[in-house]
């Protein structure tokens, strides 16, 4: 089995009187691809806020790579490795796809040290996710399902370790999760980028995880094979009523 | 178009201006001229913060005053400063308090971020009008010299080559920030700083930055100011007026880029100077506000918005 690389113990975050997330472990190792599951408002999106650093933490810690995360600001974190790509789609609405494609470059990888040549790259990522014929367009021209493929490319020009994908593929078409599902597929197997995936969509998350886990109300109830997971009788009546 | 071929260029341009306001040969040129400079530095200032990162300032006048003030401090404590000198440090004052205004203020957003500013100008106005040192509530006075000591030139001339020079720096500066990654931070903060974040842009410290470097640019812009109206009170130097006429500009020249702030200065600033002239000096508001209502009808994105080539439509 390969080393953690991303270490979560003891999280918990509240606001005000209500309590969003209490005491959550988690322990992801290098490659894996791992299912979050939960119903609304479980605390998934605050979760991984906290991983994230839009949030900060009240208690716990997380560990990523072997470096405590605490206190780092989201921007330290994304130069980390850890991306993201958010829930509702964020684009830089002024900016051409390609240049919200070229931000994570300029201030991510080049700050690494990354060279190359920005544009050639920008296309490429955009090809990748077929966006490619729009590189000059503003993101405000997108479908909605356009608007994802740019937010997962955006964070994939971080040229992250770890992917976190926030409900990649709420409201896409059979096809269309199928496609997104193929691209973080060859992300992790080509590229060994660990993926941390968000969804709802029962059937892109059993086929996509190698492990699942299982919030509700703010507290892990279930971490496991997928397969044993969604008959565990807590996690159904969690999903269904009891 | 490489920065120092643009410098160069722009450099070409004060040339020939001072050039044509020489052959007119009246000093109300330099007068009247020496204002429209002011507000070209002063808007393109103000855009570097209101238009790359979408954090609007109506506090202009704060920063504009304290440059001014400076002057007015430096000018007793030191006698015969050299007024440049003068105008490097009114623009670090300026600069050193647009740092705490960002570092106080930046986590408000809109419209608070907004009344914010408009309420620093009224705590700065305060300060000033209860400090005697700069003449409080008195105003004080500035002996304007009749000659330079180097070029022997009329002095008006002198305050309006220098604040040509500042245009040209200042109009430099911006554009060399719009085209870098800087300005693509700046965008991003503008857009949507949750994101920006996410995408490595460390936005506190841009935002900082961009706070730091408007004030600074206005201040510079208000050190000369004693000199040129020799008698400075609060009430004038911290007019609501500056900071009216600061925002205007952009908007109508256009936020987006650095060229639009420079056409909103020279089109408003010579239409109230020419209204001073011709009608009354009470009208120049007036024009502002007719010309804003007008601008947002006719072009929400300003004049450059006419030009600027339409993004996004078409394969």
């Known amino acids: 089995m390969s080393e953690a690389i991303l270490t979560v113990s003891g999280l918990g975050k509240r606001f005000g009187g209500f309590v969003a997330l209490a005491d959550v472990e988690l322990e992801v190792r290098k490659g894996e691809r791992l299912g979050l599951i939960g119903p609304n408002g479980s605390g998934k999106s605050t979760f991984v806020n906290c991983l994230c650093g839009t949030l900060r933490n009240d208690a716990g810690s997380v560990r990523f ?43 991510v990888v080049q700050t690494r040290g990354g060279t190359g040549d920005i544009d050639k790259r920008c296309l490429t990522l955009l090809d990748m996710v077929g966006l490619a014929g729009k590189a000059h367009q503003l993101p405000t021209d997108l479908t909605q399902i356009e608007m994802r493929k740019l937010e997962l490319a955006r964070a994939m020009a971080a040229e992250p370790s770890l992917l976190i994908a926030d409900e990649a593929m709420a409201g896409l078409s059979h096809q269309e999760i199928d496609d997104i599902l193929a691209l973080l597929m060859r992300l992790n197997e080509q590229q060994g980028v660990t993926i941390i995936m968000i969804e709802h969509i029962m059937r892109a998350v059993m086929h996509f995880s190698q492990r699942l886990v299982v919030l509700v109300a703010g507290r892990k109830i279930a971490d496991g094979l997928p397969a044993d997971i969604v008959r565990q009788d807590d996690v159904v009546a969690a999903y269904l009523g009891s | 178009m490489r920065n120092s071929a643009f410098f160069a260029a722009l450099a070409g341009v004060a040339i020939l201006v001072f050039g044509a306001a020489k052959l007119i040969d009246n000093a109300y040129v330099f007068f009247a001229g020496y204002v429209v400079l002011q507000y070209i530095v002063l808007s393109t200032g103000w855009n570097i913060l209101g238009g790359y990162t979408g954090y609007v300032n109506f506090g202009t006048a704060a920063f504009f005053a304290m440059g001014a003030y400076s002057t007015v401090a430096l000018h007793k404590l030191v006698p015969g400063l050299p007024l440049p000198v003068m105008m490097a440090f009114g623009g670090c004052v300026s600069g050193l308090i647009g740092l705490g205004t960002g570092y106080l203020t930046l986590r408000l957003r809109g419209t608070f971020f907004g009344i914010a500013t408009l309420a620093l100008s009224v705590v700065v106005q305060t300060l000033i009008t209860n400090w005697s040192f700069v003449g409080g509530s008195r105003g004080a006075y500035v002996v304007r010299p009749d000659t330079t000591a180097f070029f022997a030139i009329d002095y008006i001339e002198y305050l309006f080559l220098l604040m040509l020079g500042l245009s040209v720096i200042a109009v430099g500066v911006a554009r060399a920030i719009e085209k870098s990654k800087l300005g693509y931070g700046f965008a991003t903060i503008r857009d949507d700083e949750l994101a920006a974040e996410a995408s490595g842009v460390p936005t506190l410290r841009l935002k900082l930055l961009a706070t730091a470097l408007s004030g600074g640019f206005m201040g510079m812009a208000g050190a000369p100011l004693p000199y040129y109206v020799t008698y400075l009170d609060p009430a004038s130097g911290f007019s609501l007026s500056y900071a009216v006429n600061t925002i205007a500009m952009p908007l109508i020249g256009g936020t987006s880029s650095w060229l639009g702030p420079v056409i909103g200065a020279v089109l408003l600033g010579t239409l109230q100077q020419v209204a001073t002239v011709t009608i009354s000096s009470a009208l120049s508001l007036l024009i502002v506000g007719v010309m804003l209502v007008g601008f947002v009808i006719l072009a929400p994105k300003g004049i450059i918005g006419w030009f600027a080539p339409k993004r996004g439509k078409g394969a």
């Open chain 1, 65 to 107: 790579n072997g470096r405590v995360l605490d206190g780092l600001k989201a921007h330290e974190r994304t130069r980390l490795g850890i991306a993201r790509s958010f829930q509702l789609p964020r684009p830089f609405t002024t900016l051409t796809l390609a240049e919200n494609l070229r931000i994570p470059l300029l201030y």
